[in-house]
């Protein structure tokens, strides 16, 4: 039973325009919600986080929203570059665990 | 800074063999994770170590156990390896745990095969 889902495997955006990826959960207990970026041959590294408090978090050319009653958050980058190629794992956490589980994954290409 | 190093980076097993993946942190960090990646399924997490002393279940932990040999060493044995357990093996640290909103730094991975 995948708790946190990213149901698109990959996403093509041409440098310079918005990148967007989505991201949806099922548990309503969750309550802290986090991006991270991956490299081939390297561990996850932490991008944003947003609480369920806010529904909105920006760091730069990434924000984070997110919808509550929907369930969904979504990964904006703008503008895209070629850097930004990697796979990108949603992430979530139910209030007062230590269990963080993560989403499949969306393996983003940004072509010049 | 080395941060969190993972040994070793890859390693071939034949079916039923056991070995023991290690994990050490020089962050001074207090909570400490395995996860697995497999295609399609993201990172699953198998166990995790909130603090020295004490371990616990994650999603997918059958066919694994741990040690928190003290706090910076946190290792994963498999005891009797299947090639269901083919997988990129990662360890995690966090200053605090999950449960405070602190981010999870990531080792490099141990790519597992077994055959």
């Known amino acids: 039973d995948q708790q946190v889902k990213q149901n698109s495997p990959s996403l093509s955006v041409q440098e310079g325009r918005i990148s967007i990826l989505n991201c949806d959960y099922t548990?309503?207990?969750?309550?802290?919600f986090l991006w991270y970026k991956k490299y081939p041959a390297e561990g996850p590294t932490f991008l944003i986080s947003i609480s369920s408090i806010k529904d909105k978090n920006e760091d730069g050319r990434f924000t984070v929203f997110l919808n509550k009653s929907a369930k969904h958050l979504s990964l904006h980058i703008v503008p895209s570059q070629p850097g930004d190629s990697a796979v990108y794992f949603c992430?979530?956490?139910?209030?007062?665990?230590?269990?963080?589980?993560f989403g499949t994954g969306t393996r983003l290409q940004v072509f010049p | 800074n080395a941060g969190v190093t993972q040994t070793p980076k890859f390693q071939v097993l034949k079916t039923g063999q056991s070995m023991t993946l290690q994990c050490a942190q020089d962050?001074?960090?207090?909570?400490m994770y395995w996860y697995r990646q497999d295609p399609g399924m993201g990172l699953r997490l198998i166990y995790y170590s909130a603090s020295e002393g004490t371990t616990d279940k994650g999603e997918v932990p059958n066919g694994y156990n741990v040690s928190r040999l003290n706090k910076r060493e946190f290792s994963l044995r498999l005891e009797s390896a299947a090639p269901s357990q083919t997988s990129v093996y990662f360890c995690?640290?966090?200053?605090?745990?999950?449960?405070?909103?602190?981010?999870?730094?990531f080792g490099n991975g141990t790519r597992l095969t077994v055959t």
């Open positions: 992430a979530a956490r139910a209030s007062n665990t230590d269990k963080l589980i």
């Open positions: 962050m001074n960090h207090n909570s």
């Open positions: 995690a640290s966090t200053q605090h745990g999950a449960a405070y909103n602190s981010p999870l730094h």
């Open positions: 548990n309503s207990m969750f309550d802290y």
